[in-house]
């Protein structure tokens, strides 16, 4: 069964930046698609990146590109989101998911497993 435990969130101000974890157990990965997600009090859970566990096919929402950096660990099952240049608007909980396939889409529904989420806020 795959787990995905999520870290790193926390209290910073405008403009600062936090790393996100995302530790990923319970399988082989190599054909897997991670993405992150993010939902606010009263929103939808939303888009925010993902890769391809080769490395490639990296894609953002439009609302963090140029401000957010989705990586993998080289040697270990790490995923990994810089968050730059924060905003109040990114105030969520972060979720790390994984879809055990290549998947181009955005749509939290494509995902077949999820973390618990770790909360970022942003304060102004």
């Known amino acids: 069964q795959v787990q995905l435990v999520e870290s790193g969130g926390g209290l910073v101000q405008v403009g600062g930046s936090l790393r996100l974890s995302c530790a990923a157990s319970?399988?082989?990965?190599?054909?897997?698609?991670m993405g992150w997600f993010r939902q606010a009090p009263g929103k939808e859970r939303e888009f925010v990146a993902r890769i391809f566990w080769s490395g490639t096919n990296i894609y953002y929402a439009d609302s963090v590109k140029g401000r957010f950096t989705i990586s993998r660990g080289n040697t270990n099952n790490m995923v990994y989101l810089q968050m730059n240049s924060l905003k109040p608007e990114d105030t969520a909980v972060y979720y790390c998911?994984?879809?055990?396939?290549?998947?181009?889409?955005?749509?939290?529904?494509?995902?077949?497993?999820w973390g618990q989420g770790t909360q970022v806020t942003v304060s102004s």
């Open positions: 319970g399988r082989t990965f190599s054909s897997y698609t």
């Open positions: 998911a994984a879809k055990g396939d290549n998947y181009y889409g955005t749509t939290s529904g494509g995902y077949d497993y």
